[in-house]
């Protein structure tokens, strides 16, 4: 499958922004999907995962109500909204497929990525 992020842009701490995340090549609901974000100097780090359905979502500690992952499998597409930014969300944030059942958040196990969206959160 690919995976093509957008939505990312400079914005100030405290609004909302919404990511997406359009898959090609395969129907999305065969895979769980996450996004991960990438800050200069830093590991990519977990942020969010959704199961096939829709139905199930995990979080990473920094974003847990503040973020909001969800799907339409009808458009192929994954979003991610986030709420309340802060400037340490200033990162490359990346789109990624895995297998229909992983409950992974480690990037490795992710197979397929999308080329990042840059988010910029100035104070």
């Known amino acids: 499958v690919q995976l093509q992020a957008s939505g990312g842009g400079l914005v100030q701490a405290g609004v909302s922004l919404r990511l997406s995340c359009a898959a090609s090549g395969r129907t999305l609901s065969s895979y769980t999907m996450g996004w991960f974000r990438q800050a200069p100097g830093k590991e990519r780090e977990f942020v969010a995962r959704?199961?096939?359905?829709?139905?199930?979502?995990y979080y990473g500690d920094s974003v847990k109500g503040r973020f909001t992952i969800s799907r339409d499998n009808a458009k192929n597409t994954v979003y991610l909204i986030m709420n309340s930014l802060k400037p340490e969300g200033t990162a490359v944030y990346y789109c990624a497929a895995t297998d229909w059942g992983r409950t992974s958040v480690d990037p490795a196990d992710f197979g397929s990525w999308g080329q990042g969206t840059l988010v910029t959160v100035s104070s």
């Open positions: 959704i199961n096939w359905s829709g139905f199930v979502t």
